[in-house]
């Protein structure tokens, strides 16, 4: 994996999330993305998505959680936080199933330096194309978005995986 301080962020919240809810949780978004592809990508935010069950009966605890490791809900609504300004956004996996047809369980499994789950470049295709179709991407994100289908297509036509 490519190091970055995100990077480093992601596997310190994920190891939390490991030890007190024994939760496996998915690096997703542009963070996620930008180490699979060989071209630079923005990475504003990590973007971490969480299981369904914990997401649903738990996510205050969660939130207590991001709190003792620093973090500052600044949109509870979209369960924003932010450290040192370096945004985290918690969401659920569960809605993979129904938005991109990706099964959280059939994510490729990492032990270190934390437990966590990856989509691979077809995944994260899809879950792309489908966010084009999403009304605020749409309108906000398009082109963004567009960029990024296009980066994945060339890598996946040039069979880089």
């Known amino acids: 994996m490519k190091r970055t301080a995100k990077l480093d962020v992601f596997f310190e919240i994920a190891k939390r999330l ?11 978004g542009s963070l996620g ?10 990475v504003d935010d990590i973007d971490i998505l969480i299981e369904a069950q914990l997401f649903d009966a738990s996510l205050q ?7 003792q490791l620093g973090f500052r809900l600044v949109d509870e609504a979209e369960n924003e936080f932010v450290r040192n300004d ?3 956004g918690i969401a659920s996996d569960g809605d993979m199933k129904t938005f991109a047809h990706i099964d959280p369980l ?3 499994a990492i032990e270190t ?7 691979d470049l077809e995944q994260y295709l899809a879950c792309y194309t489908a966010s084009m179709e999403d009304g605020y991407r749409k309108i906000v994100r398009q ?3 567009a960029l990024k289908i296009e980066i994945i297509k060339r ?5 880089v995986v």
């Open 18 to 28: 490991n030890l007190v809810f024994n939760a496996r949780p998915v690096l997703y």
């Open 33 to 42: 993305l930008s180490q699979l592809v060989d071209a630079m990508i923005d």
């Open 61 to 67: 605890r969660v939130k207590a959680m991001m709190a």
């Open 86 to 88: 370096i945004k985290v």
């Open 106 to 108: 059939t994510l490729r």
């Open 113 to 119: 330096p934390a437990k966590a789950r990856l989509l």
């Open 143 to 145: 082109k963004n978005d």
């Open 155 to 159: 890598q996946l036509d040039r069979g």
